[in-house]
């Protein structure tokens, strides 16, 4: 049913998003990952789901980061009808994705991608815009039209050609460029909040993980100075991990509750 693709740079959170994939998905599923980093106790993680039965796929690996430019490689070896492209710093997902996913897909033609909701509090946006920029499609199955981009996004098969579109920036929204290609077509993409994933974007977060000077360094080297300074600036500012790790572990339950 559903072919999950992820080009993985950052295995601190890339590991948990794939054991939580494989806890949670109940329809026939595999997870194909592109190495976008060189690090043996990821790959021998991904062996050992492997041998213990699920279906993950190391489809190709660069010592050097090629960022977004992985994800049409991982769809070409993509084999189900459903194909999803992650970030990988996203970390926990809802239950039945595919199962939603293909429903709606069933039941409204013209639609040709979904994108995940996320987890939204005082700490984060999820990097998804307020609710406020949306606008209601079909609000009985959780659908709206707005800004999306490929932080959870699941597209139909019968539009790989256009999510196969390639780019030379190594850092690109992917999936707002897919949805601009349906768009054009007459075809959608939509946000759907009838599944959500919790993506790890803002200091507070990221320092739980361990990853702040990590991200830090990212966004330098990519000349994002307003995050880098964002970043920086709340070093002084962090709540105590105590209260970080309930809050992860609270989202994480919530999630699993969906």
């Known amino acids: 049913m559903i072919s999950y693709c992820i080009a993985s740079y950052r295995?601190?959170?890339?590991?948990?998003?794939?054991?939580?994939?494989?806890?949670?998905t109940t329809a026939p599923y595999e997870i194909l990952i592109w190495l976008n980093t060189d690090d043996e106790g990821y790959e021998k993680f991904l062996e050992e789901q492997r041998a213990q039965g699920a279906p993950?796929?190391?489809?190709?690996k660069t010592r050097e980061n090629i960022g977004m430019q992985a994800y049409p490689l991982l769809f070409a070896e993509s084999q189900y009808d459903l194909i999803a492209q992650i970030d990988d710093d996203v970390v926990a997902v809802s239950r039945n994705i595919a199962e939603y996913a293909s429903d709606v897909f069933g039941k409204f033609p013209?639609?040709?991608?979904?994108?995940?909701?996320?987890?939204?509090?005082?700490?984060?946006?999820g990097a998804r815009p307020p609710m406020s920029s949306y606008r209601a499609y079909e609000p009985e199955?959780?659908?709206?039209?707005?800004?999306?981009?490929?932080?959870?996004?699941?597209?139909?098969?019968?539009v790989l050609p256009l999510a196969q579109a390639r780019y030379g920036d190594t850092y690109l929204p992917l999936g707002a460029l897919l949805r601009n290609l349906l768009r054009e077509t007459g075809r959608l993409g939509l946000l759907c909040t009838k599944f959500k994933v919790f993506h790890?974007?803002?200091?507070?977060?990221?320092?739980?993980?361990?990853?702040?000077?990590?991200?830090?360094?990212?966004?330098r080297r990519l000349g994002r100075h307003e995050i880098v300074n964002w970043y920086e600036g709340a070093r002084a500012t962090l709540p105590p991990p105590e209260e970080?790790?309930?809050?992860?572990?609270?989202?994480?339950?919530?999630l699993d509750k969906r």
Do not use: C
């Open 56 to 60: 993950v796929r190391i489809v190709g």
């Open 141 to 158: 199955h959780e659908l709206y039209e707005g800004p999306i981009d490929g932080w959870f996004s699941v597209f139909h098969r019968s």
């Open 200 to 219: 790890v974007i803002g200091p507070q977060y990221v320092s739980h993980f361990g990853m702040l000077e990590f991200e830090i360094e990212k966004y």
């Open 11 to 24: 295995p601190t959170y890339s590991t948990l998003l794939v054991q939580d994939l494989i806890r949670k």
């Open 244 to 254: 970080l790790s309930a809050r992860v572990r609270n989202i994480f339950a919530s």
């Open 110 to 125: 013209s639609v040709k991608q979904l994108v995940a909701d996320v987890w939204q509090d005082d700490y984060t946006t």
